[in-house]
Nanobody
Framework: QVQLVESGGGLVQAGGSLRLSCAAS????????MGWYRQAPGKQRELVAT???????NYADSVKGRFTISRDNAKNTGYLQMNSLKPEDTAVYYC??????????????WGQGTQVTVSS
């Protein structure tokens, strides 16, 4: 089992910055892919960014150039630096760790989420 705890959310004005953290514990595989997702009220959960163990990153178009995902494997912690925040970034942000589970499937672990609210 893997436990994920997010932190760093809060209320910020448009144009401001926040840094989210995701601390992992339990059965950690350093090869896990880490990701950040978000879910706004009334909307489906969507991908924000992912990072592999080797540091390869992928971003949603809506956050490219503003958000940066990173990870510290020694600390089993992932980060999401969010700059130039917009009101439309308001959502609950979740971190996820994924690993292959055979037959093309993945085993996913989710955190409990942290609220980010951007005021205009």
């Amino acid at each position: 089992q893997v436990q994920l705890v997010e932190s760093g959310g809060g209320l910020v004005q448009a144009g401001g910055s926040l840094r989210l953290s995701c601390a992992a514990s339990g059965s950690i595989f350093r090869t896990d892919v880490m990701g950040w997702y978000r879910q706004a009220p009334g909307k489906q959960r969507e991908l924000v960014a992912t990072i592999t163990s080797g540091g390869s990153t992928n971003y949603a178009d809506s956050v490219k150039g503003r958000f940066t995902i990173s990870r510290d494997n020694a600390k089993n912690t992932g980060y999401l630096q969010m700059n130039s925040l917009k009101p439309e970034d308001t959502a609950v942000y979740y971190c996820k760790r994924s690993r292959p589970a055979g037959w093309g499937n993945t085993l996913d672990y989710w955190g409990q989420g942290t609220q980010v609210t951007v005021s205009s």
